[in-house]
DNA sequence: ACCTGAACACCGTTCAAGT
DNA sequence: ACCTGAACACCGTTCAAGT
């Protein structure tokens, strides 16, 4: 476990003292000692961690590649770019996602009670990992690029939503609408919601999106059974 | 004391074609002539241009103080930094919004009908103009700090709805649930639909937007007028 | 194959100085 | 009051060179 050897260089505004100051002349790793270990998914991690406790902002390769204790140009040996190592960093975050779906959806029984859990831990994953939601949701993508890793990712989370809702028609428990329209509508609103209380517009508190989900969710599957009633 | 001055870090490499432009070496301006418009007003409204037409991560202050033919510090009079001016853009945007919203609204006859159109050009507004609606929602600014204008800006966006959505329920058209619940709930569905359609999400073409928005506010009035039927 | 360190072009921001 | 231009610290990325 590596403690990040505080200060960076990040300390701006600082006079020239700073400049006088030794410079700590290059770590000067053992020659010959290379990380040898899965830099990728180390600097993955990293990247991660970074993202979810700082923002993305705060995300600079050299700033990983000092977590680790590596050059700061050792990153492009395993990603292209910074644009390449974030699309990594949002196609774990959607495999992650997934996996919290289908957790609450199989946990909860497969019914219209497990369709609301999955809806509720949409929206606590994105409020418990503000920043990497939001880099799942490329804000930051040159237009319309996306890896083919990140597409499968995004697809495999939004399927679990799919399956849900296939099952439920089969039961007849909600409307028989196109299934690819009515999913991509759920998760619109889970999406909404979550987004919102990222973003605070429900308040200070991101936790207000918990409350708000559980009224959504009451108000969609209402919509969803109506021309059932 | 150590104000830490807000890590930019957008703006990712521009390649070569930015380095190959003519860089005008120093439009060197008639000495003693100065802007003296609205300079304040013609940054915004540059800024908002820029945006729209190639994203925030093409936005340099440098850039827009080239296009107004003026220094790149010249800004720094009229917006404490490159946030500030974020913000104004934002507050801009939101203004935009509701007069969209009043507007369709009003010459909907502010009946159902009306709000139908209300939700479909919320998502008409975010598909048309992008780059300039992610600016509203943040994803760049240092969490929290949020100014008083573009508090007050998306406080008037969210009231229109408010407003209508209280008009519907004096009318007996939907159900009396918490106003602000409710509206944050109809908020959300709008803003997840606008969100993934930006995002590409739905597909290559943003305007899948407007179909699934179509879909959306269908359920959605369904879903709110439930308990009526 | 993997990594380094210097170099490059680009940023936002500060500040003394000009009008 | 408003603006300039040089300077500063920080970036992502490239590349010749090392092991």
Chains 1, 2 share one sequence.
């Not at 290059?26 to 899965?38: E, I, N, S, V």
């Not at 190592?85 to 996602?97: C, H, I, K, P, Y």
Request: glycine share 10%; proline share 5%; charged share 20%.
């Amino acid at each position: 476990m590596l403690t990040l050897s505080t200060p960076p260089a990040y300390a701006a505004s600082m006079p020239s003292r700073v400049a006088a100051r030794p410079r700590s002349r290059a770590p000067r790793k053992p020659a010959g000692r290379y990380h040898h270990g899965d830099l990728r998914n180390a600097l993955l991690q990293a990247a991660v961690a970074t993202i979810d406790r700082e923002g993305v902002e705060a995300l600079t390769l050299r700033g990983v590649g000092e977590t680790l204790g590596v050059s700061r140009t050792a990153l492009y040996r395993h990603f292209r770019d910074k644009t390449s190592l974030l699309e990594a960093v949002a196609a774990q975050g959607f495999r992650t996602l997934r996996a919290d779906l289908t957790c609450a959806w199989e946990s909860g029984g497969a019914g219209i009670a497990a369709f609301t859990a999955m809806g509720r831990a949409y929206v606590r994953f994105a409020v418990t990992h503000p920043s990497h939601y939001r880099v799942m949701f490329g804000a930051f993508r040159p237009q319309g690029t996306c890896d083919d890793d990140l597409k499968a990712a995004g697809a495999g989370a939004f399927q679990a939503l799919v399956d849900a809702l296939a099952a439920q028609q089969s039961a007849g428990a909600i409307r028989r609408d196109p299934l690819q329209t009515q999913a991509g509508y759920v998760w619109a609103v889970v999406h909404g919601v979550a987004m919102l209380a990222i973003d605070r517009q429900l308040g200070p508190d991101p936790s207000a999106g918990n409350a708000l989900a559980d009224y959504a969710v009451e108000a969609l599957v209402t919509g969803l059974e109506a021309r059932l009633l």
